[in-house]
C-alpha cells in the first residue's frame, strides 16, 4: 500500500529520508517540522525522534511494491540534498526510481547546488530518465532565484519549480529549460501573505514561455476557506508525461526491494555530528 497524499500535485509520498535543517526563509514555519515535532518522544512512532535527521532504509523499497502507477513525491518530510544524506544513499534513493518506473517521480530541494553537482556526476545516468523529475524550491529573490539558475544547469528531462511559499514578487524569471512551475501560499497559523499580484505575474511568465502552471493554494490561516481560485478558476497543468511501462513481475519486484533495503551496514547509516540547537544558515 502507498502513502495516498493530500497534496494537489501529487498522488503519493515516499520518505526514506526524515527529518531537515532550516536554510532559508522559506523553511521558517515547515509544515513537515510542525508534524513531526507533534510526536517526539512517542514511543514506536515513525516520528518519535520529531523531525531530527534520520535514514530509514527500511523503505527504500516502497515504490517497488507499488503495483499501480501514480505521480511519487519524493521526501515530502526531508530534504534528499541535505549535507547529512551521502552521495551513496541518495543514488540508492534514485536507483529504486529507476527500477520503479512505472511511476512519475518528484524530487524537489532546496539545497539546488548539491543537486546540480550530483546530477553531472553520480546522478548522471539517472538525469535523461524522463519518468523522474528533478525540482528547486523558490520562495523569494535572494534564495530561490538562484536555485533555479542551478536547476537549469544541471542535466534532466524534466525540471520544475516549487514556488511556495510565495514571499515577494520574483519579478522577470528566466524560465528557459524550466518544464513546470507550482504557485502556492504558506498555510496555518501565523502563515506569512501572498499577494494576487505575484501569482497572476507568475502565470502570464508560464503562459508566454508556455510552462505548464499548477496553482495549488492561496494559503493563510484557513487553507481551505481561501481555496484554490484564481481569477474563477484552477490551474492543474502539469508537464507531458511518457507512456508508462508494463509493471513487472510482483515476486521481481519485491525482490528487489528487499535487497535494496538489507544492503545497509550499520556504518553506512552513521550520521554526521548533528549542529548546534537553533542553528540555521540564513536571517529570517
Known sequence: ??????????DATWNPVRGCTKISPGCKRC????????FR??????????????LVPEKLGDPLRWRLPKMVFVNSMSDLFQAGVSDDYIVSVAQVMAHANWHTFQVLTKRADRLRKLLSTKL?????EPHI????????????????????????????LSVEPLLEDLGQLNLN???????GGESGPGARLMKKDWVLSIKNQCR????PFFFKQWGGVRKATAG??????TYDEFPARRQRPAVPDARQCFALAEEIETSYTSDQMKLPAKPAVGHIAYQA
Open 1 to 10: 500500500m502507498s502513502f495516498e497524499s493530500s497534496i494537489e500535485w501529487t
Open 31 to 38: 509544515y513537515a517540522e510542525t508534524f513531526a515535532e507533534r
Open 41 to 54: 518522544g512517542v514511543k514506536g512512532h515513525p516520528y518519535e525522534q520529531g523531525f531530527d535527521l534520520r
Open 124 to 128: 548522471r545516468r539517472f538525469a535523461s
Open 133 to 160: 523529475w528533478w525540482g528547486v524550491s523558490v520562495e523569494n529573490r535572494k534564495y530561490g532565484l538562484p536555485r533555479i539558475d542551478h536547476l537549469r544547469s544541471a542535466p534532466s528531462v524534466v525540471r520544475f
Open 177 to 183: 529549460g524550466i518544464d513546470w512551475v507550482i504557485v
Open 208 to 211: 508566454a514561455a508556455r510552462v
Open 228 to 233: 484554490r481560485l484564481l481569477e474563477g478558476r
